[in-house]
């Protein structure tokens, strides 16, 4: 089992940052590639980033390209998002995932342990 846990959510106005935080636990061992995805309501859950643990490779979704930015540290566990120039459709519930995939892959199937979830409103 894989326990991921989600911080660093709120509400900022748009132009302003947040950074996300994911720490992972448990089997984490194997499991290559770190991913963040967002659900607004009434939306599907999309891709937004994700990054793999030996290498530190990255890949942002278009939508974001220029504005977040994914990194890790290896020796907490611990995954960001670093999130600038907030816009208000950037309004979403933001979940971390984990893969067990040796290239980073964007699609949600793909990934098999997710965090719960953390709530980032941007105001206009």
């Known amino acids: 089992q894989v326990q991921l846990v989600e911080s660093g959510g709120g509400l900022v106005q748009a132009g302003g940052s947040l950074r996300l935080s994911c720490a992972a636990s448990?089997?984490?061992?194997?499991?290559?590639?770190m991913g963040w995805f967002r659900q607004a309501p009434g939306k599907e859950r999309e891709f937004v980033a994700a990054?793999?643990?030996?290498?530190?490779?990255?890949s942002h979704a278009d939508s974001v390209k220029g504005r977040f930015t994914i990194s890790r540290d290896n020796a907490k566990n611990t995954v960001y998002l670093q999130m600038n120039s907030l816009k208000p459709e950037d309004t979403a519930v933001y979940y971390c995932?984990?893969?067990?995939?040796?290239?980073?892959?964007?699609?949600?199937?793909?990934?098999?342990?997710w965090g719960q979830g953390t709530q980032v409103t941007v105001s206009s």
């Open positions: 990054i793999k643990w030996s290498g530190g490779s990255t």
């Open positions: 448990g089997r984490t061992f194997g499991r290559n590639v």
């Open positions: 995932a984990t893969a067990n995939s040796l290239v980073i892959v964007s699609r949600t199937y793909e990934y098999d342990y």
